[in-house]
């Protein structure tokens, strides 16, 4: 028998030879499987996309064969958005003079015509007096709440016209017709609906900023809005706010949603927060021993924006709170003795409608 001496060079040299075909054939291998799953993927997505399409094809097809099938679920889908908005559009009852006009007479003439021309096409002309039915309730849903908003914010001494007036001085944009119809034009009954909803909102979000929470939760009014005896020189002068005596650092909270205009120092008042509400309401901190805030920062009512002081022109640990609109100081105090009750009110709180109608 006869032994074959392999050197250790060549047995490294065979290892790593053997070594480089099984990596060679490893990643062939996960090649083919990364391959195969590639292709599995796209296989998928293509069958899902095909899908889609037999879909989107299936769905013209049932236009075109059962039109009254399709207008049986259109008219489902209608009545299921009406459910589930009765609730809320049922909640304010329009009062007085009707807001918008009644379209229901000229739709059921419509209906009634339509079936008799296109009778294949009753189902749609029928869905289509119920959504312009739709269209009118909401529309005297959005006017009706436009209305107590409207109120809310004469009861505290402002005038809604003139906020929305402010409030529009500020807009841009492009251009961007709404349609609803296919020759670019939108039937009026939807611009009108339009139009509520955007007042509505605009005088709903107005209500928010106006003043409704203490800007110092321990406190006791030291100083009120008006002329009073300047304590330093004991002259007659005008205090343009009103001041809250409260512990040093003790928080100071917004006094509504709005968002921070200036953070710094003013002459006579020393570290001030201004807090902008919108339509030309703006609020004013001062004396503060530290700020909370941030310019440009967007708070809610109630948030601390910073910490009694006696900084700038002061005689002891105070806030000098100021309200104005349109840079004209106004008293704060109506607003915060009254805004809160009345928002309850506008806001529908039904505890406050109750207590209304016991009195």
């Known amino acids: 028998m006869r032994f074959i001496k392999v050197s250790s060079r060549l047995q490294m040299a065979g290892a790593g030879t053997v070594a480089f075909v099984l990596l060679i054939w490893a990643v062939t291998m996960v090649g083919v499987a990364v391959s195969q799953f590639i292709s599995q993927r796209d296989r998928l997505d293509l069958l899902e996309r095909e899908a889609k399409i037999e879909s989107a094809e299936s769905r013209v097809a049932t236009y075109r064969e059962n039109l009254d099938e399709t207008a049986d679920e259109l008219n489902r889908r209608q009545e299921f958005i009406e459910q589930s908005l009765d609730g809320v559009l049922d909640d304010i009852k329009v009062k007085g003079k009707d807001t918008v006009s009644d379209s229901s007479k000229e739709a059921a003439e419509t209906v009634k015509k339509v079936s008799l021309v296109i009778p294949e096409a009753a189902g749609l002309a029928r869905i289509e007096a119920r959504q312009l039915a739709f269209v009118e309730k909401l529309t005297r849903y959005a006017d009706q709440r436009s209305a107590r908003a409207a109120v809310a914010i004469r009861k505290l001494g402002l005038n809604p016209d003139a906020m929305m007036r402010s409030s529009r001085n500020a807009q841009g944009g492009p251009l961007e017709l709404l349609s609803t119809r296919g020759d670019g034009a939108i039937d009026p009954r939807f611009e009108r609906m339009g139009l509520s909803i955007a007042r509505m909102e605009a ?53 509504a949603k709005g968002r921070i205009s200036f953070v710094g120092q003013r002459a006579g008042y020393g570290k001030v927060v201004e807090i902008s509400h919108g339509n030309g309401l703006m609020t004013r901190y001062a004396h503060m021993s530290a700020f909370r805030a941030r310019v440009g920062q967007k708070v809610a009512a109630g948030a601390v924006i910073g910490a009694i002081g006696s900084s700038g022109r002061s005689t002891g640990p105070h806030l000098h709170f100021e309200v104005r609109i349109n840079d004209r100081a106004v008293n704060p105090r109506p607003f915060l003795e009254v805004a809160p009750h009345v928002l309850e009110e506008a806001r529908g709180n039904p505890a406050v409608h109750a207590a209304k109608a016991a009195k």
């Open 203 to 255: 005088l709903e979000e107005s209500l928010q900023g106006i003043p409704q929470v203490l800007p110092a939760a321990e406190w006791s009014i030291s100083s009120g809005f008006g002329y009073r005896r300047d304590p330093f020189t004991g002259r007659g002068a005008m205090h343009t706010g009103l001041d809250f005596r409260a512990g040093y650092g003790s928080p100071i909270h917004a006094a």
